[in-house]
């Protein structure tokens, strides 16, 4: 009777080990693919020159479990290896293709932190200088620029929290003027150079471009893409003139907008 149990349970795991054996090969990455796409999101071809070796970053993936492959440390391991490009997305084809998406990394902004210019994509990554343009410094939105290791392909964290809150917020507010079709490189132009972010004690997000003014935006956590595209369209009128700084733009969390006249 035991033998006949343990003969029982030998083929049970015997059959699960041939499972996992054919399970291994059908799921074996086979082929990565690498998905160029432009600043918009929109799909461009693969680049002549300068672009991601394709035989090269099939080895990061090449063999591997596609079931058990972790998306997380693919994208990790890309954008430390290949700097010039963000990685932002890995898509598993079952059984055996991997897709990793990749956009050409883009300055959106630039910040002081112990007298090293850290230009940051609009990701949040760390990323190489850009050969030429204007990049906006928005160091003055934060409360000191302490940070941990500041590796290019890595997010730039800060030691304090609320500052990593803060460029979340700046990121947000640089897209949604991109949005209102200006260009990244075009942002600084627009804007300004330096200066233009800051947080009052509320930690309400304060934008003031160079031509004068301020847009002050009330609790920026709260959907601060619409509500900024909204308040440019106020700032930005035919009417009016509020590009001087006697003129407070306040955006209010239900996505009010508030003009006070300064001569009442």
Known sequence: MKSKKLLVLIAVIAAVVVVVVVLAAVFAVKDVVLVYHDFDGTYVAAPNEGGIST???????????????????????????????????????????????VVKCTAMLK????????YVDCFG??????????????????????TGTLNVGQKIEFTLQENNARLEYVLKA???????????????????????????????????????????????QTNLTNRLIDAYGVYYNEYTDLQN????????????????????
Request: with cysteine; hydrophobic share 40%.
């Open 174 to 220: 640089l897209l949604a003027t991109w949005q209102c079709n200006i260009e990244p490189s075009d942002l600084a132009a627009l804007l300004g150079d330096n200066n233009v972010f800051s947080f009052d004690e509320d930690n309400n997000l304060l934008i003031k471009p160079f031509t004068g003014g301020t847009i002050k935006v009330i609790s920026p």
């Open 55 to 101: 035989e090269d970053v099939s080895k990061l993936a090449k063999g591997k479990s596609a079931i058990f492959l972790s998306k997380t440390k693919l994208l990790d391991l890309v954008n430390s290896t290949y700097t010039d490009w963000h990685a932002f997305a890995v898509v598993k084809n079952f059984p055996n293709t991997v897709e990793i998406h």
């Open 111 to 118: 910040i002081d932190v112990n007298g090293k210019e850290v």
């Open 125 to 146: 990554y760390v990323m190489n200088p850009p050969e030429s343009g204007r990049v906006m410094d928005v160091t003055s939105a934060f409360k000191g620029t302490d």
């Open 245 to 264: 700084d006697d003129w407070t733009i306040t955006v209010h969390e239900d996505g009010r907008i508030t003009t006070p006249n300064p001569d009442r």
